[in-house]
């Protein structure tokens, strides 16, 4: 079942937990400012799906899974830049948010039972709405974005109290969605910074020697830039 390979996915994380680094990783000078509201589930795009006839528990319920989800897939995306650190973080709130997390899990089952009564439909429908909700958080071009805004609040979501996650999914949840889209680039520089452009001249053996630069093999030097 869906939410057993999850369980079972998420105990696969603890070995990958690293050491804590004195900073989180910048990407630009300035990076984009994402606004955000907080939310109850209602709204239109916060949740990877409607819920139909759901309770307002159900919606809570729902909103947990989503954001636990959104600090899932950052965990096995953002690995590129440990200083991250979203992997420790999804783990600590794992460890700390566990009891709630179960509870979401139950509770979503009930309402997937009450909404289809053909037989194996309520687990199909569970695992589509798994399968859906970790999908939609998935990014390319807002990578970037998405990593470091998914670093921030999973490592505010460690010190939430216990029992205040799905409080703190309603507050945060549209702050990650709006960070899915978009390649945005250095808030302070529009263009793009000019060290992503500089040039780097080649370091591999074949073009140095007790001299210097080897001309006949590399061409000329062009450093520094212009």
């Known amino acids: 079942m869906f939410v057993s390979r999850l369980l079972a996915a998420a105990t696969l994380f603890a070995p990958l937990a690293l050491g804590a680094v004195p900073a989180a990783a910048q990407f630009n ?30 919606i809570r319920a729902a909103l947990v899974w989503n954001m636990r989800a959104a600090l899932n897939v950052a965990a096995l995306q953002c690995q ?15 460890k700390d948010h566990g009891a709630e997390l179960d509870g979401s899990v139950k509770t979503l089952t009930k309402y997937f039972v009450r909404t289809n009564k053909a037989p194996g439909a309520s687990q199909k429908a569970l695992d589509s709405f798994g399968t859906r909700t970790y999908s939609s958080f998935v990014t390319v071009g807002g990578q970037f974005g998405f990593c470091q805004t ?16 799905g409080a ?41 020697d007790k001299k210097g630069w080897v001309e006949k093999k590399c061409g000329p030097l062009a450093w520094p830039p212009a």
Do not use: K
């Open 29 to 58: 000078l300035r990076s984009h400012h994402f606004d955000s509201v907080a939310v109850d589930g209602t709204e239109p795009g916060v949740l990877s799906q409607a819920l139909p006839g759901a309770t307002p528990a159900e």
């Open 168 to 208: 703190f999914a309603a507050a945060n949840l549209r702050l990650i969605r709006n960070s899915l889209f978009g390649a945005w680039g250095d808030e302070l520089r529009p263009g793009g910074s000019a060290f992503d452009r500089m040039a780097v001249p080649r370091l591999d053996p074949a073009c140095w």
């Open 80 to 94: 590129f830049e440990p200083t991250l650190l979203t992997v420790p973080n999804y783990n600590a709130m794992l």
């Open 150 to 165: 998914a670093a921030t609040v999973g490592r505010d979501a460690v010190f939430q109290p216990r029992g205040q996650f």
